[in-house]
């Protein structure tokens, strides 16, 4: 397993849950659903979807940013059981199984992530201390969780833990799939270091104060992430690249500030801006980050990535979504509710079908110098 790349394999794991976890809209009526859809949905959208392609994304990176050992036999194993087992439990009505397992996944990448940094010659990256936050957010989210604290479990672990990682990973991203160099990333003063890592505390703890009821804090997090935008991404910088990725990368920073804006102004439908965060952030910088990561460690040229149609189509219906979610939650009849859901649901339906269809197969071929899932390497796109 050394020379399987972990990406190849929790991709796929990742993509198998976005489907399942909006397909349950579509069967909620269904008598053999023994919990509720929204219940259903949750789990498997933000512990299945997006921790898949987390866990994919920190297994490949972590080694080749420390020049750490690679994922070993028994480290794809425990992360893939306890997907397995969030996989089996999250259709029932009891959550304690499904952030139990959840639980022992995060304190894997716990264990994974320090034991490569602690024996790492190289210097961190300057966002691991938000890697480091984020794990800690998504492991007491989950107890949170377990306990029946479910306000709480949200703002620590669906909203928290993958707002840091955006956050902080976005340094490096947005330069990446903008065109942009980075400035900050690169910076020896001191002083812009301590303040990002202050900046991650601060994040981490309104977020805290946000799930105790403190209408304030979602305030304040609006404020941080202007701060991380124009300071530590530096969003205001004209790029020259045209791709469909730039101006995902510009949708997901204008995403973050609005949506604790909005439920600030308008607490009653907070549940509702937050789905501007999951799906027209936390989704679409799944899907951008997942693509650069697939192209660059499969050997494919990046150029797919500037030319590729197909990324257009997954942007546009993402962002469909996300503005067609928001039909759902503004209006109270319950023939529109339904339908402004289905419509929703199709959006991102379409949008990771078109991206299985062009990436699945990059992600399954392995280079010639090691073993290949695939009998012949794709077509270039």
Request: hydrophobic share 55%; with cysteine.
């Amino acid at each position: 397993m050394k020379n399987v790349d972990p990406y190849r394999v929790f991709f796929p794991i990742g993509l198998l849950n976005a489907f399942l976890a909006v397909g349950v809209w579509f069967l909620r009526d269904l008598p053999w659903l023994s919990a509720p859809a929204l219940f259903i949905h949750g789990k498997l959208i933000a512990g299945g979807f997006l921790w898949a392609f987390i866990t994919g994304f920190l297994m490949t990176a972590v080694p080749k940013m420390t020049g750490a050992s690679p994922a070993s036999r028994i480290e794809f194993l425990i992360p893939l059981g306890a997907m397995a087992a969030m996989l089996a439990t999250a259709w029932g009505i009891d959550p304690r199984p499904f952030y139990f397992s959840h639980l022992l996944l995060v304190l894997f990448l716990i264990s994974f992530v320090a034991r490569r940094h602690i024996t790492s010659n190289r210097p961190a990256p300057i966002f691991f201390s938000h890697i480091g936050l984020a794990l800690l957010l998504a492991a007491a989210g989950d107890v949170y969780h377990a306990q029946g604290y479910s306000s709480m479990g949200v703002m620590l672990l669906q909203v928290g833990a993958v707002l840091l990682l955006v956050l902080g990973i976005g340094t490096r991203f947005f330069s990446f799939l903008t065109g942009i160099p980075s400035i900050f990333e690169s910076t020896t003063q001191k002083l812009p270091r301590y303040a990002f890592h202050t900046c991650g505390v601060l994040v981490a703890g309104s977020l805290w104060l946000a799930g105790e009821g403190y209408l304030w804090a979602y305030a304040v997090l609006s404020i941080l992430a202007l701060v991380y935008l124009f300071v530590f991404w530096k969003v205001q910088r004209k790029s020259e690249r045209h791709t469909a990725l730039r101006y995902a990368m510009t949708t997901v920073a204008t995403m973050i500030p609005m949506s604790f804006a909005l439920s600030w102004l308008l607490p009653q439908q907070f549940l509702t801006w937050l789905h501007l965060l999951f799906i027209g952030c936390f989704g679409l910088i799944t899907f951008s980050v997942a693509t650069r990561v697939t192209l660059s460690h499969g050997a494919f040229p990046v150029d797919i990535e500037m030319k590729s149609k197909a990324l257009w189509w997954v942007v546009g219906c993402i962002v469909l979504a996300a503005l067609t979610r928001l039909g759902y939650g503004i209006t109270t009849d319950a023939w529109w509710q339904k339908s402004w859901m289905h419509t929703a649901a199709g959006f991102w339906v379409a949008a990771a079908t078109i991206w299985t269809v062009v990436f699945l197969k990059k992600i399954l071929y392995l280079n010639k110098a090691q073993p290949t899932f695939l009998a012949k390497p794709p077509a270039k796109q």
